[in-house]
């Protein structure tokens, strides 16, 4: 639909490497912005959730850290705002959802069920149900959890318990444990660099959008319609050699924290990248793809060769999307300019997208950007 590929363009960032505290971050876990304009910025560091106006001045903070009404202990992924005004923050470590009127007083709380931390978005439907993560099987050792989001009504009643999409399909996987002789074992488990995966989001709109990125497909798993697939052809890019070593390397060294003596204990690294990384559900219902695209060698000015656990990050990927409507349209490629992150997730809509930027120094930025076309404004579809 957008015959050309836009760009994002940056229009409002708030941050500094010095200067007044309220600007500055140290570990942002989330982020939100209100219909107005207003931004919602959780620093877990401080731990603040601080507030700024459409310009990107700075307002006010709402709660604080602690256990009390209006605090919050582990925030993670999890903010929102709903329609009326009310904010919404995921509040794990207090196995709650602690809730904020629109000028920071401390309106309710919604009790979750356990304490699992996530980076994922807190999803708010159509109909202004916030949906909180959970284990569904906490019991269960780390490769057999399974997840599922609780429906939590505006008035803060339990709904329905989501099951996310999981098909019978294995993810290839690296696993590395630890015994230190006394009953007590660690483990972890990482995907194989440029392996395939499986991806499930929430829509706002109500569905589930699932894919495994063997191919470009991508099923909107809608509720009272039929699945709906949408379907895209790519050409292959391949892995490069030193791109593939450096893959390899960070495997190695974060396997061996877990197992000192920690060997390559599964599939190769593909020779050739998955179509798409993984997609995202925006705020408007649009899908995002982060395509994967050929990496370029760039300086590591952080790499330290002294050190030896050191690795040099060389390689990166330009950050490109397909972007499709809701009713699986596709409406054009988007690029993003180096240094926006995706954890905390960015928001996503049409018009414009928010994330953090980090810069060479690690500095975060929180910055909104618009969604710009080279020959103007996007066509809509008839």
Same mark, same amino acid.
């Given at each position: 639909?957008?015959?050309?590929?836009?760009?994002?363009?940056?229009?409002?960032?708030?941050?500094?490497?010095?200067?007044?505290?309220?600007?500055?971050?140290?570990?942002?876990?989330?982020?939100?912005?209100?219909?107005?304009?207003?931004?919602?910025?959780?620093?877990?560091?401080?731990?603040?959730?601080?507030?700024?106006?459409?310009?990107?001045?700075?307002?006010?903070?709402?709660?604080?850290?602690?256990?009390?009404?209006?605090?919050?202990?582990?925030?993670?992924?999890?903010?929102?705002?709903?329609?009326?005004?009310?904010?919404?923050?995921?509040?794990?470590?207090?196995?709650?959802?602690?809730?904020?009127?629109?000028?920071?007083?401390?309106?309710?709380?919604?009790?979750?069920?356990?304490?699992?931390?996530?980076?994922?978005?807190?999803?708010?439907?159509?109909?202004?149900?916030?949906?909180?993560?959970?284990?569904?099987?906490?019991?269960?050792?780390?490769?057999?959890?399974?997840?599922?989001?609780? #429906?939590?009504?505006?008035?803060?009643?339990?709904?329905?318990?989501?099951?996310?999409?999981?098909?019978?399909?294995?993810?290839?996987?690296?696993?590395?444990?630890?015994?230190?002789?006394?009953?007590?074992?660690?483990?972890?488990?990482?995907?194989?660099?440029?392996?395939?995966?499986?991806?499930?989001?929430?829509?706002?709109?109500?569905?589930?959008?699932?894919?495994?990125?063997?191919?470009?497909?991508?099923?909107?798993?809608?509720?009272?319609?039929?699945?709906?697939?949408?379907?895209?052809?790519?050409?292959?890019?391949?892995?490069?050699?030193?791109?593939?070593?450096?893959?390899?390397?960070?495997?190695?060294?974060?396997?061996?924290?877990?197992?000192?003596?920690?060997?390559?204990?599964?599939?190769?690294?593909?020779?050739?990248?998955?179509?798409?990384?993984?997609?995202?559900?925006?705020?408007?219902?649009?899908?995002?793809?982060?395509?994967?695209?050929?990496?370029?060698?760039?300086?590591?000015?952080?790499?330290?060769?002294?050190?030896?656990?050191?690795?040099?990050?060389?390689?990166?990927?330009?950050?490109?999307?397909?972007?499709?409507?809701?009713?699986?349209?596709?409406?054009?490629?988007?690029?993003?300019?180096?240094?926006?992150?995706?954890?905390?997730?960015?928001?996503?809509?049409?018009?414009?997208?928010?994330?953090?930027?980090?810069?060479?120094?690690?500095?975060?930025?929180?910055?909104?950007?618009?969604?710009?076309?080279?020959?103007?404004?996007? #066509?809509?579809? #008839?």
């Amino acid at each position: 639909i957008w015959r050309d590929t836009a760009q994002l363009v940056p229009q409002v960032s708030i941050g500094v490497f010095d200067g007044p505290e309220e600007y500055i971050f140290g570990d942002i876990v989330s982020m939100a912005m209100a219909t107005d304009g207003t931004f919602y910025v959780m620093d877990r560091q401080v731990p603040a959730l601080r507030v700024f106006n459409a310009a990107g001045s700075y307002r006010t903070t709402f709660g604080r850290g602690g256990e009390g009404p209006g605090e919050y202990s582990s925030p993670d992924g999890g903010l929102n705002v709903l329609s009326d005004g009310r904010v919404v923050l995921r509040d794990p470590g207090n196995a709650r959802i602690q809730v904020f009127s629109p000028d920071g007083q401390s309106d309710d709380t919604w009790r979750i069920r356990g304490n699992f931390n996530t980076s994922r978005r807190m999803v708010v439907d159509q109909m202004d149900r916030s949906h909180a993560l959970i284990l569904l099987d906490p019991d269960a050792s780390v490769t057999e959890w399974k997840t599922g989001l609780v #429906q939590i009504n505006p008035d803060g009643t339990a709904g329905d318990t989501l099951v996310i999409p999981d098909t019978p399909w294995e993810e290839p996987t690296l696993e590395a444990t630890h015994d230190d002789g006394e009953g007590n074992t660690s483990m972890s488990v990482n995907t194989v660099p440029f392996g395939p995966t499986e991806h499930a989001v929430l829509s706002p709109m109500g569905y589930f959008i699932h894919g495994i990125n063997l191919d470009y497909t991508l099923t909107l798993l809608r509720r009272d319609d039929p699945p709906l697939r949408v379907w895209k052809s790519y050409d292959p890019v391949p892995v490069q050699e030193g791109e593939k070593a450096e893959e390899e390397a960070g495997e190695i060294r974060n396997m061996r924290y877990t197992d000192p003596n920690w060997r390559w204990n599964g599939p190769p690294i593909p020779d050739v990248k998955p179509p798409y990384d993984r997609f995202y559900a925006g705020d408007d219902g649009t899908i995002w793809v982060r395509l994967h695209q050929p990496a370029m060698k760039v300086e590591d000015p952080s790499y330290d060769p002294a050190d030896p656990e050191a690795i040099a990050n060389e390689w990166r990927e330009p950050i490109l999307f397909d972007v499709f409507e809701a009713d699986g349209t596709y409406l054009g490629p988007v690029r993003a300019p180096d240094g926006v992150g995706f954890r905390p997730q960015p928001i996503f809509t049409r018009d414009w997208v928010l994330a953090v930027v980090r810069d060479q120094y690690d500095v975060q930025t929180l910055v909104k950007f618009s969604v710009e076309h080279p020959g103007g404004r996007a #066509q809509d579809s #008839q």
